[in-house]
């Protein structure tokens, strides 16, 4: 990001019109030869290579140039770390997107997720459309006015790089260009949202539209799961009325004693199951079975001594999942153990592990993102069992403390192990290569920036960034959330 003074106003000159030039007044008629306006006007091919496109010297250009020129201060900006002085400002470097939109809510959304739908995979063309469901957080005195929000994003059009080209066709720059357009389902909350996840059911009819449901955990210690399949499809079919029934949740879970922020759905049980964890460190499964019953267990999975910050499912072993705590651990464990202990657990941070990822390509990786602002690599087969104490504390594989406020979510890209976004309270939101891997000449090169890691590949400024998300069918689409909007 490049960062400008405040633009002072001053006297402009007049524009032209309609792209006309300045005539000289006279006569058209009076016609005469055509003159060498640079006849004669230097005595040698030294003084012409000298001379600037104006006639005067290059050094005499220049300096006029840059007396003209805006004030921009060309060093990089880094926010989070730089600050911005009195009258400055700071704008993105549209070159750099191919797509960024903003949008702002009545009350910030502090979790979201994006939810899959039947527009194709691989999506590469503009405008694009994506449907996504977010939780409120309102006032306390106005706990009657959260929501939870089915949203459509459409006409999400690409950064136009080249307006001023005459061959493009205008047809097709202006469906490209539309305005974007938000379509909403609301759905009454009585409590703020904590977090929220979103899960698809297939249908055994494969032209019947999947049902989606969602689990939101609540500042009130409820989970509660609704069916937002009729609000998804009421987009696509105007005069649809969503009902008050429809806007109840199917079930409401009960079984936390405390709020809590971890939530994840097992992406290899198509009809539903759910972990939840609480600020009590207490950790509970639930099921839906037959009939859509919801039946959690009855005893809760223990072994961290603080609040459950963030919980994930295994992509690859269906009766596995992995929990990070403020105790500074990362606990594995194995929904089959009947004493309910974690099989793994590896202290990662001397503060608070706030998120993590499980990689779904490379799942033998998981990411860790910590109050300290630091985030970190694990290979999971480096890890040993909790009760074997011969063996050393293992290392993490990669470690970045560039962000310098805590991390608030870190999420693996979905098709590619080695890019990974992370978020955090600096107000930047980042995207890594972990693949890059430069000599010790190439990595001190870093444009005179200090203490930016080679594998940093861009930062994007939200400012009080909460969670952020790949979009699974557009590639190296972002989407984030924070105090101030989504984007």
């Not at 032209?207 to 609540?218: C, G, R, Y």
């Not at 109840?248 to 939840?276: C, I, R, V």
């Not at 955090?424 to 890594?432: E, H, R, V």
């Not at 790949?470 to 959330?481: D, E, F, K, L, S």
């Amino acid at each position: 990001m490049g960062k400008r003074a405040a633009e002072v106003s001053g006297d402009e000159p007049n524009a032209l019109k309609d792209g006309s030039r300045p005539v000289n007044s006279k006569s058209v008629d009076e016609v005469g030869d055509f003159e060498d306006e640079f006849e004669d006007e230097f005595d040698s091919e030294e003084e012409i290579f000298e001379a600037g496109a104006d006639g005067r010297p290059d050094e005499e250009h220049e300096a006029e140039e840059s007396r003209d020129a805006m004030d921009l201060d060309q060093q990089t900006f880094i926010p989070g770390r730089d600050q911005l002085a009195a009258g400055e400002s700071l704008s993105p470097d549209t070159s750099t997107y191919e797509m960024l939109h903003t949008l702002s809510t009545t009350w910030p959304c502090l979790s979201f997720d994006i939810l899959k739908d039947s527009l194709g995979e691989n999506r590469r063309t503009y405008p694009t459309t994506l449907y996504a469901v977010a939780g409120t957080q309102a006032e306390s005195k106005k706990a009657k006015d959260n929501q939870i929000m089915v949203m459509k994003l459409s006409g999400l059009s690409r950064i136009d790089q080249d307006r001023d080209e005459e061959e493009e066709d205008e047809d097709e720059d202006d469906e490209e260009n539309a305005e974007p357009v938000l379509e909403t389902k609301l759905i009454p909350l009585s409590s703020t949202t904590n977090r929220i996840r979103a899960h698809q059911t297939p249908s055994a009819n494969a032209s019947k539209t999947p049902m989606t449901l969602t689990a939101t955990m609540t500042e009130a210690a409820q989970v509660l799961i609704h069916d937002i399949t009729p609000h998804l499809s009421s987009f696509d079919t105007p005069g649809t009325i969503i009902t008050p029934q429809q806007n109840n949740p199917m079930t409401t879970l009960q079984m936390h004693k405390a709020e809590g922020y971890a939530l994840d759905w097992s992406p290899l049980f198509p009809q539903g199951k759910l972990l939840t964890g609480d600020n009590n460190g207490e950790i509970f499964v639930s099921t839906c079975g037959d009939g859509g019953r919801w039946a959690s267990d009855s005893n809760c999975f223990a072994g961290h001594t603080s609040s459950v910050e963030d919980i994930q499912w295994s992509p690859s072993e269906r009766n596995v999942f992995a929990s990070a705590s403020s105790d500074g651990t990362v606990k594995v464990w194995d929904v089959r153990a009947k004493h309910h202990r974690p099989a793994l657990s590896v202290n990662v941070s001397d503060t608070d592990v706030n998120v993590m990822s499980w990689s779904r390509q490379t799942t033998h990786l998981l990411a860790t993102g910590s109050e300290d602002g630091q985030w970190a690599v694990w290979d999971l087969r480096q890890w040993k069992a909790t009760n074997s104490s011969s063996f050393p504390a293992p290392k993490s594989v990669a470690s970045f403390n560039f962000h310098k406020e805590q991390i608030t979510s870190i999420e693996w890209h979905p098709t590619d192990d080695s890019i990974v976004a992370v978020l955090a309270g600096d107000n930047t939101l980042t995207l890594w290569d972990l693949a890059v891997e430069l000599d010790d000449e190439e990595s001190r090169d870093s444009a005179g920036v200090a203490d930016v890691p080679p594998q940093l590949l861009f930062v994007h400024y939200i400012e009080l960034g909460k969670e952020c998300h790949w979009h699974p069918q557009i590639p190296g689409c972002v989407m984030a959330t924070g105090g101030g909007g989504f984007g």
